[in-house]
């Protein structure tokens, strides 16, 4: 077997060796705990795991990092999820008098699969993908990073690798934990474009002035769209999506544009046709005024899962989880190398476990006898990541939480601040 090869029959024995030498638990107790801020906040936090044969179990909880620790070492879960944080300890949610139990508050989170775009890729389809559509992802991401910063005012978003088709977003901002059902409502209908199913011809309607979200968004298409649409995908090469392309114009403009067509056949020298027409459109009509804006958004703009991010109880693969199909590793993802980030790069169990086994450096060697009086488990942890692939991921999730750190220490100042005036 290659060394990043990875087969699902080898996942019950993986997962032990990855839970007891190399998830990252103190990290991932002090991304949840959040600085202590609030009272019981990681205790009321949902977990669910599931396990071998789908067994799904639901409302987990743990009063600390250890008892978490202990309990997904003996679960040995393929996947976990995390959920809201509630009124009460979720395992004794059947403790509590029936309505008592509500979900509070979660980060707000996005969610962006690969399959909901199947109608604007020709490469792939389903649960595939591959360098050419990958692209919309790093569009998606470039698009929703800078609304969520500018419009919003949100900083600590926290971008992570699906493990097989897709991209996650947990915006960790203590208001956007705090916010309600019909707040985050809003915000995923701001940001949603793409409209329709698959019988919506044209699933982006422009109106003029063109808001500023779009314009925003256009700039980062525009960017895209010529390699990815014209080149990778070939939308004005192949008859049929040349059609596909044509039945979002307007008429007049589409019998145009159908001669046209004849004779030129370079799909670059096709879409200048397209803006051409536009162009001129613009100048004269009210209505379909914007179509060529229209079809790089239809083609290229995020589209989201809503449901995932409206609700506040709706559980969301957790970072550092294991995609029990791929065996890749749900990594935090540094936006400072996203245009290099490769899915394929992104580590899998197997390879990580493999790497644990590999003959240790004289160097790493060397820093065992220095660290061996002070030896313990923990300290043995943090040295085994970093012998792997993992290691870099672990270290921008550090990064990410060193962000939130100083901020957690403004919110302890301005409370003791408080406590002090009363
Ligand atoms: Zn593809």
């Known amino acids: ?13 993986l997962l032990p060796l990855y839970y007891r030498r190399l998830f990252p638990f103190s990290q991932y107790h002090r991304w949840l705990n959040y600085g202590g801020v609030q009272k019981n906040y990681f205790h009321n936090r949902e977990f669910s795991f599931t396990l071998k044969d789908d067994i799904y179990v639901r409302y987990q909880s743990f009063t600390t990092q250890s008892e978490l620790e202990k309990e997904i070492q003996k679960m040995n879960p393929y996947k976990i999820d995390i959920g809201a944080i509630y009124s009460h300890r979720p395992n004794q949610h059947n403790t509590v008098k029936s309505g008592g139990f509500q979900a509070l508050e979660k980060e707000l989170v996005f969610d962006i699969d690969m399959t909901d775009y199947d109608d604007v890729r020709s490469c792939c389809s389903a649960a595939a993908i591959c360098s050419k559509c990958w692209t919309l992802m790093t569009v998606a991401i470039l698009i929703l990073d800078r609304a969520l910063r500018e419009d919003f005012g949100f900083q600590h978003l926290l971008w992570v690798y699906s493990g097989r088709r897709g991209v996650h977003c947990w915006v960790c901002d203590e ?19 793409v409209k329709g199913g698959d019988e919506t011809v044209k699933k982006v309607v422009l109106t003029h002035p063109l808001h500023p979200l779009i314009e925003e968004a256009l700039a980062v298409v525009e960017k895209y769209f010529p390699q990815y649409a014209l080149q990778d995908q070939e939308i004005l090469s192949r008859k049929e999506s040349v059609d596909k392309v044509l039945a979002m114009v307007p008429e007049d403009v589409r019998k145009e544009l159908q001669q046209d067509f004849q004779n030129e056949k ?13 162009s001129k459109k613009q100048g004269t009509a009210k209505k379909g005024q914007y179509f060529e804006k229209e079809i790089m958004l239809q083609y290229c703009y995020p589209r989201l899962d809503v449901n995932v991010s409206k609700g506040v109880n709706h559980l969301l693969k957790s970072p550092f989880s294991v995609h029990p199909k791929t065996g890749r590793i749900s990594v935090p993802m540094d936006l400072k190398e996203l245009e290099t980030f490769d899915p394929f790069d992104v580590p899998t169990i197997s390879l990580i476990c493999e790497e644990l086994d590999r003959p240790r450096t004289g160097e790493e060697e060397s820093e065992d006898v220095k660290e061996n009086e ?6 043995r942890k943090i040295r085994d990541y970093k012998r ?4 870099k991921y672990v270290k921008y999730f550090d990064q990410f939480l060193d962000g939130m750190a100083r901020s957690w220490k403004g919110e302890l100042l301005k409370k003791s601040d408080l406590e002090k005036e009363f």
Request: charge should be positive; charged fraction near 30%.
């Open 1 to 13: 077997m290659s060394s990043s090869g990875y087969d699902p029959a080898c996942l019950p024995d």
């Open 175 to 193: 208001a956007a934990r705090k916010l309600s059902v019909a707040a985050r409502s809003a915000v995923a209908e701001y940001l949603s474009l």
């Open 266 to 278: 370079k799909p670059d020298s096709r879409w200048k046709l397209i803006k051409d027409q536009a």
């Open 374 to 379: 002070k030896d313990s488990a923990e300290r």
């Open 388 to 391: 792997t692939s993992l290691a």
